[in-house]
T-cell receptor, first 114, second 112 residues
Framework: AQSVTQPDIHITVSEGASLELRCNYS??????LFWYVQSPGQGLQLLLK??????LVQGIKGFEAEFKRSQSSFNLRKPSVHWSDAAEYFC????????????FGTGTKLQVIP | DGGITQSPKYLFRKEGQNVTLSCEQN?????MYWYRQDPGQGLRLIYY???????QKGDIAEGYSVSREKKESFPLTVTSAQKNPTAFYLC???????????FGQGTRLTVV
């Protein structure tokens, strides 16, 4: 069964600083990978996704993520954080083919300080 | 206007009562999912369905039931057997194969 680990529960960064949120997955082959963002009391919005091909994917709001098969990782990055990026971020995996469960990590809450 | 509609946004239930959360979509997506969100635990899958009249248990199905009589609708019933139902519930849809999930705005259920 697939699983997702987000080791950082809470991260604080200064506005303008760079950001990296970690995500590790467990699955026997290459899964589909996603990053979502959630504002308090709201649903989730997709930031970016990886299915195959180029391992560096670009998303909305200036975010990017890199798939590293050797490390089973899909870390999210942003070169310069804005105060509006404060939210909770979720990494998710889905298995290609068959009955397609979408499994989420426990989330990383991002705080941005001036 | 395409999207996923969850209703109500807030729901209060007395202990021992069943309650049904609505999820309707007009995206024509095949798959629908119900997740429960608790602080620090991320999203946990309750049930999912890929076609009408078929659904599968997720990781925490005990105390919940679903139906999928129409492609557009996937209601979730929280039964009295669910011992700790207070949570934020999210419905999602997905077109099968190579696509992401889309989410509704959620229903916050509180047991009083």
């Amino acid at each position: 069964a697939q699983s997702v680990t987000q080791p950082d529960i809470h991260i604080t960064v200064s506005e303008g600083a760079s950001l990296e949120l970690r995500c590790n997955y467990s699955y026997g082959a290459t899964p589909y990978l996603f990053w979502y963002v959630q504002s308090p009391g709201q649903g989730l919005q997709l930031l970016l996704k990886y299915f195959s091909g180029d391992t560096l994917v670009q998303g909305i709001k200036g975010f990017e993520a890199e798939f590293k098969r050797s490390q089973s990782s899909f870390n999210l990055r942003k070169p310069s954080v804005h105060w509006s990026d404060a939210a909770e971020y979720f990494c998710a995996v889905a298995t290609p083919g068959g009955y397609q469960k979408v499994t989420f990590g426990t989330g990383t809450k991002l705080q941005v300080i001036p | 206007d395409g999207g996923i509609t969850q209703s109500p946004k807030y729901l209060f239930r007395k202990e021992g009562q069943n309650v049904t959360l609505s999820c309707e979509q007009n995206l024509n997506h095949d798959a629908m999912y119900w997740y429960r969100q608790d602080p620090g635990q991320g999203l946990r899958l309750i049930y999912y369905s890929q076609i009408v009249n078929d659904f599968q248990k997720g990781d925490i199905a005990e105390g919940y039931s679903v139906s999928r009589e129409k492609k557009e609708s996937f209601p979730l019933t929280v039964t009295s057997a669910q011992k700790n139902p207070t949570a934020f519930y999210l419905c999602a849809t997905r077109q099968l194969m190579n696509t992401e999930a889309f989410f509704g705005q959620g229903t916050r259920l509180t047991v009083v």
